[in-house]
Nanobody, 123 residues
Framework: QVQLIESGGGLVQAGGSLRLSCAAS????????MGWFRQAPGKEREFVAA????????YYADSVKGRFTISRDNAKSTVYLQMNSLKPEDTAAYYC????????????????WGQGTQVTVSS
């Protein structure tokens, strides 16, 4: 069984930065691509970013491209999301997930999910 535990969320002013972390249990972390999704109140969950198993390839939603950076440390079984120049519209619960293959921006491609961490950006 894989467990994913997110941390690093909080309240920040617009223009500020936060770094989210997602620690994974299990010995196979380095074999899987990982992703971050977010869900704002009253909205569907949406893709934010994804990273290949080696970290060599990254993918971003257009809304966060140039502001967010996804990275991973396979030795620590942890994936990160550095969020800069935050905007009020970035307010959401952020979830990390492990992909089982398939299209990286589809929820259906992910089989394990964390419990989420709340990010609130004030204007």
């Amino acid at each position: 069984q894989v467990q994913l535990i997110e941390s690093g969320g909080g309240l920040v002013q617009a223009g500020g930065s936060l770094r989210l972390s997602c620690a994974a249990s299990g010995r196979t972390f380095s074999s899987y691509a990982m992703g971050w999704f977010r869900q704002a109140p009253g909205k569907e969950r949406e893709f934010v970013a994804a990273i290949s198993w080696s970290g060599g390839r990254t993918y971003y939603a257009d809304s966060v491209k140039g502001r967010f950076t996804i990275s991973r440390d396979n030795a620590k079984s942890t994936v990160y999301l550095q969020m800069n120049s935050l905007k009020p519209e970035d307010t959401a619960a952020y979830y990390c997930a492990r992909t089982n293959g398939g299209t990286y921006y589809h929820e259906e491609s992910y089989d394990y999910w964390g419990q989420g961490t709340q990010v609130t950006v004030s204007s």
